[in-house]
T-cell receptor
Framework: AQKITQTQPGMFVQEKEAVTLDCTYD???????LFWYKQPSSGEMIFLIY??????QNATEGRYSLNFQKARKSANLVISASQLGDSAMYFC??????????????FGQGTELSVKP | GAVVSQHPSRVICKSGTSVKIECRSL??????MFWYRQFPKQSLMLMAT?????????EQGVEKDKFLINHASLTLSTLTVTSAHPEDSSFYIC????????????FGSGTRLTVV
C-alpha cells in the first residue's frame, strides 16, 4: 500500500530565506505522481507543484521546486525567498498510476510553516 | 480553469439530523470524485471514491450507511452525513479527478460541519 510521510509537524523560516519541507513515500508502483499542496487557514487546497515518477528533471514552479530523489523515495519541497503569505499547512501527496487513470490521492500528515518577519 | 463548487461552506446542525454537502463541477465533467475528511491540524483522510453512475467505494473504517455518497451526474456529487453526532464535526472536502489539469485534481473549497 502506498504511504506518504512528512516528519516535520512545524517549521519556522525567516522572511526572504529558503526552506525545505521533507516528504518521503513508499510505493511498489513504477508509475506514480507526487504533489505538493498549500492549505491556508481558509481550508482551500492550493496546488503548488507536481513530479511524475518518470520525470528526469526536478519540477520547478516559480519559487517552488521539488527535490526528487527517486532512489531514496523522497520528494522534498523547497520554497525560495519565503514570504509572509507562505505561512500555511503544506501537504505532500501521492497518486499511484498515471495521471489519466484518475487514481486516488493519498496525503501526508502535513507541515505547518510559519514565516517570521 | 476548472472549478469545483462546494456548498455549503459552513453548516451547523443538531445531533441526530442529516446534512447534505454538494460538490458541483462547473465547467468540466468529473467522472470521479473523491471525498476527504480533515480534523484540525491533521491530514486529509480519504473517505470514499465515487464514479458517476455507480456505487461509491469506501475506504476501510468508513461507515457507508452513515456517509452516503451519490454521484448521479457528471457534474454533481453529494455527501450526506446521516444521523450526525458531535464526533462527525469536521472539515469535509471534495476533489474531482480530471486528466490534464493540475495533473488530475481540482478541489472544492470545503465544508466545515459542526454538530451540536
Amino acid at each position: 500500500a502506498q504511504k506518504i510521510t512528512q516528519t516535520q509537524p512545524g517549521m519556522f523560516v525567516q522572511e526572504k530565506e529558503a526552506v525545505t519541507l521533507d516528504c518521503t513515500y513508499d510505493t511498489s508502483d513504477q508509475s506514480y505522481g507526487l504533489f505538493w499542496y498549500k492549505q491556508p487557514s481558509s481550508g482551500e487546497m492550493i496546488f503548488l507543484i507536481y513530479q511524475g515518477s518518470y520525470d528526469e528533471q526536478n519540477a520547478t514552479e516559480g519559487r517552488y521546486s521539488l527535490n526528487f530523489q527517486k532512489a531514496r523515495k523522497s520528494a522534498n519541497l523547497v520554497i525560495s525567498a519565503s514570504q509572509l503569505g507562505d505561512s500555511a499547512m503544506y501537504f505532500c501527496a501521492m497518486r499511484e498510476g498515471l495521471h489519466n487513470q484518475g487514481g486516488k490521492l493519498i496525503f501526508g500528515q502535513g507541515t505547518e510553516l510559519s514565516v517570521k518577519p | 480553469g476548472a472549478v469545483v463548487s462546494q456548498h455549503p461552506s459552513r453548516v451547523i446542525c443538531k445531533s441526530g439530523t442529516s446534512v447534505k454537502i454538494e460538490c458541483r463541477s462547473l465547467d468540466f465533467q468529473a467522472t470521479t470524485m473523491f471525498w476527504y475528511r480533515q480534523f484540525p491540524k491533521q491530514s486529509l483522510m480519504l473517505m470514499a471514491t465515487s464514479n458517476e453512475g455507480s456505487k461509491a467505494t469506501y475506504e476501510q473504517g468508513v461507515e457507508k450507511d452513515k456517509f452516503l455518497i451519490n454521484h448521479a451526474s457528471l457534474t454533481l456529487s453529494t455527501l450526506t452525513v446521516t444521523s450526525a453526532h458531535p464526533e462527525d464535526s469536521s472539515f469535509y472536502i471534495c476533489s474531482a479527478a480530471r486528466a490534464g489539469l493540475n495533473y488530475g485534481y481540482t478541489f472544492g473549497s470545503g465544508t466545515r460541519l459542526t454538530v451540536v
